[in-house]
């Protein structure tokens, strides 16, 4: 079957750096992405690897290796706003998105 | 360019009732998906189109939900009746290439 996994939750400190781990068994792949989600709105769009390596963004960089199966989200210089539900999603051969259920960030002052 | 509309944002019914959510997708997106995303969890894809056609439905309960998208424009989602379980945040997504771009979400309350 096809699976992605991430943490449940994680905690940070206001100015950190956080990152936040994604791995991934799906049937083919054309794509990985990374959303967030605020408490009570949709999901939006922050990235998107298909080669292997690192996609910077301004404070949000993703980093893939699709050897691996494996992504990871990176946040710096956390902000009080970056507390949020962050979903990881896979493009499989069929081109449609597998989901993982969201890591909940909780940044603390 | 304005974003994915949908309506309503919230509903609340009695089971056994009937609810339609309506979603409209950015201009020019062929393809539109309806999800349905439960409390603490990654959204579940219920329904795909491409243009008016239908991509992938194998996880939509057909014998009470159905979708329509007759124009290749937008779409309707209905649920006929409705159970308890069905209280969710259906969310409508439409796609050119890349990443997929959300509505705003119906959040559904079955009592």
């Keep these: 079957g096809q699976n992605i996994d991430q943490p449940t939750e994680m905690t940070a400190t206001e ?3 956080v990152q936040i781990n994604c791995t991934y068994q799906t049937s083919g792949f054309n794509g990985l992405f990374w959303y967030q989600q605020h408490a009570g709105e949709a999901p939006t769009f922050l990235s998107y690897n298909v080669l292997d390596g690192l996609e910077e963004k301004g404070r949000f960089s993703s980093f893939l290796s699709r050897s691996k199966g494996y992504s990871y989200l990176l946040l710096k210089e956390l902000q009080m706003k970056d507390s949020a539900s962050y979903l990881c999603a896979v493009r499989d051969s069929n081109y449609q998105l597998i989901w993982g259920a969201g890591t909940k ?4 002052p | 360019e304005a974003g994915v509309a949908q309506s309503p944002r919230y509903k609340i019914i009695e089971k056994r009732q009937s609810v339609a959510f309506w979603c409209n997708p950015i201009s020019g ?3 539109l998906y309806w999800y349905q995303q439960i409390l603490g969890q990654g959204p579940k894809l219920l329904i795909q189109f491409q243009n ?3 991509v992938d439905d194998s996880q939509l309960p057909k014998d009470r939900f159905s979708a329509e998208r007759l124009k290749g424009v937008d779409s309707t989602l209905k ?3 409705a ?7 259906y969310l409508c997504a439409s796609s050119s290439t890349g990443g997929e771009y959300f509505g705003p979400g119906t959040r559904l309350t079955v009592t």
């Design chain 1, 105 to 108: 960030l909780i940044i603390k």
């Design chain 2, 83 to 89: 159970k308890l379980e069905d209280s969710a945040v």
């Design chain 2, 79 to 81: 649920i006929q009746p």
């Design chain 2, 52 to 54: 008016n056609g239908v």
């Design chain 2, 29 to 31: 997106h062929a393809t």
């Design chain 1, 15 to 17: 100015g950190a750096i």
